[in-house]
């Protein structure tokens, strides 16, 4: 059995790597004001920006789907880590040696399954880069350099060279401590008739890396006329590698797409290196599969889609490269960015038009020019004998759907008169109306006509406070309102309610999610402990939460924004009195209904005790009033 990672050790982790660092590497983060930050979640599809970071606090919340949590727990949620995999890669990357408990640890032979396939692929990564020096990869340096690829090109895009002989790989990656199953599991071997060999043999080969940067599979060119396998070899469907899920050269681009609010998606690893030393750093393309919804995924992210971003794609002007944009348009609508398609002179793909025409020639290819749905449309027409009646109609009955699916309405309009033209029917209302009809009946079905817009201004708006599960909060409740405001003071700063908030009841809190707030925050050694260490506090906090529902609360509670304006000690006193002074006007009227309750079969002595009580209660509140947090 594994041992125990040392508490301190995590404890390290989680202030050593910054929670909006390691989730900038997933997706774009923008202001949300009050010190946090907001992109589109990652955890669910959403066109307006949701998830919110601390990162004073070292937490993340969305307000769509409810998920929420410390720098770990993201890790672990997208990319599908257990916790000690998770605290074992943050601990590398911030340096940071682990220590284990109960009985020892055995890095080798207890690791994460994908842990150790991820090591695997790092290895194999600079054993391939290594043999590209080698006299047998002459064939491998001679191709690029056909392309236009020095060394120094070669390096920054780890591109290697596997070797021809059987096992070279397998035998290395055993001597670095790796079993046969673990080869297997990775791709990077295979089985042969006397054990594992290698699955690229005398290949080019390019690592393939997920957002993170890790390497989880490879792409190899057959180089070699005697090779008997496809042109283009990838990594087979593994624990960490599924190709309709990673984009090549994402890890690079991805700092200017999120820059530039900016893609483009061109198709083949060669492509993408030429774009990138052509200054065309934006530059991705899918491994061996056609560009689809996960992809779209990755890029909506990145690019905080809306409708000031752009996506290019580049196509051959082949039928594949043809058939290849149309399938694009297909998924065109789940952007709010605006796409293009740009095809280059002669046909030529970016890698051989910055051979033979340079680097200005590839970054002008990449200028937007023809809208997707306009290349669409004219590839659907060209198809139809526009000299007959019946050509005309045919043309209209395929087109006029793809129309209703552009998502801005005064461009729909504007291309349906356009459609008409191209068509040669002479009453473009016709063809307007028609357009407008399918564009009402796939909103009406709720299909896959134009997604609605949403204002610049709704987008910026911070998401309302709202629990999406659990026990229902009545937010119109003043009362609600005041307890959830004071629950955010105690876990966003403590300071402010200490030590005062310690010495509320839990029964003080009405809602009783909010009940279970407080619980956890008594059990996790009350707000006191935040004033110190407010990452370790809220740490102790979503330790001992019972459940989901109550951490993703807690979570949602600790980096929403506050209500009010200036948040300080008359803030903070402010809601301490309010919430203390309903508490103490539900006791009296408990004690005054029980008074009245009981009446005659109270004794004397009873009577007096409970009228006294209710007596002082009353002064406490008048003092309350009075005062405010001075009585407290």
Known sequence: ????????????????????????????????????????????????????????????HCFGCQEGGDTIAFVMKIDHLSFSETVERLAAQA????????????????????????????????????????????????????????????????????????????????????????LLLSGLSQDGRRGPIDRFRGRLMWPIRDISGEVVGFGARKLREDDNGPKYLNTPETAIYKKSQVLYGVDLAKKEIAKSSRAVVVEGYTDVMACHLAGVTTAIATCGTAFGGDHIKILRRLLMDNGSARVIFTFDGDAAGQ????????????????????????????????????????????????????????????????????????????????????KNEGTRREVAVQLAGMVGILDPEFVVQRVGRLTRRNSDRGGRGPAPTTSRRAQDQVPPPAVQAGPALNLRSPAHRTERELLKLALQRPELVSPAFDAFG??????????????????????????????????RVLGVVPNNTVKSLVTELAVELFRGKSIDEIYAGQHLVHVRLRAVDRRIEELQSKLVRLGSNLTPDELAAAQYDVWVLQQYGQKLRSNGADAL
């Not at 020639?361 to 000299?387: C, G, K, M, N």
């Not at 707030?517 to 407010?534: H, P």
């Open 323 to 406: 058939k290849a944009a149309l399938r694009a348009f297909e998924d065109d609508q789940k952007f709010a960015a605006e796409t293009y398609i740009a095809i280059a002179p002669d046909n030529m793909d970016p890698c051989e038009l910055r051979l033979a025409k340079g680097d200005e020639a590839v970054q002008d290819l990449v200028q937007p020019r023809t809208p997707l749905f306009e290349f669409a449309i004219r590839q659907i027409v060209s198809r139809y004998d526009l000299e007959t009646p019946a050509g005309r109609a045919a043309a209209l009955d395929e087109a006029a759907p793809v129309v209703a699916k552009i």
């Open 506 to 539: 839990v029964d003080e809190f009405t809602a009783p999610p909010y009940a279970a707030v407080r619980q956890c925050i008594e059990e996790a050694g009350g707000a006191e402990e935040g004033v110190s260490d407010s990452m370790a506090y809220l740490a």
């Open 95 to 182: 340096g940071i040696t682990l220590r284990y408990e109960e009985g020892g640890y055995n890095p080798a032979s207890q690791r994460g399954e994908r842990t150790r396939l991820v090591e695997a692929h790092k290895i194999a990564a600079r054993f391939y880069a290594e043999q590209l020096g080698g006299a047998e990869a002459e064939i491998g340096r001679t191709f690029l350099a056909e392309r236009g690829f020095d060394q120094a090109a070669a390096e920054h895009f780890g591109v290697g060279y596997s070797p021809a002989g059987w096992d070279h790989l397998t035998r290395y990656l055993r001597g670095q401590g790796f079993s046969d199953k673990e």
């Open 1 to 60: 059995m594994a041992g125990r990672i040392n508490d301190d050790d995590v404890k390290a982790v989680r202030d050593a790597v910054p929670i909006d660092a390691v989730v900038s590497e997933y997706l774009q983060l923008r202001s949300a004001g009050g010190g946090n930050l907001k992109g589109l979640c990652p955890f669910h599809d959403e066109k307006s920006p949701s998830f919110q970071v601390s990162p004073s606090k070292g937490l993340f």
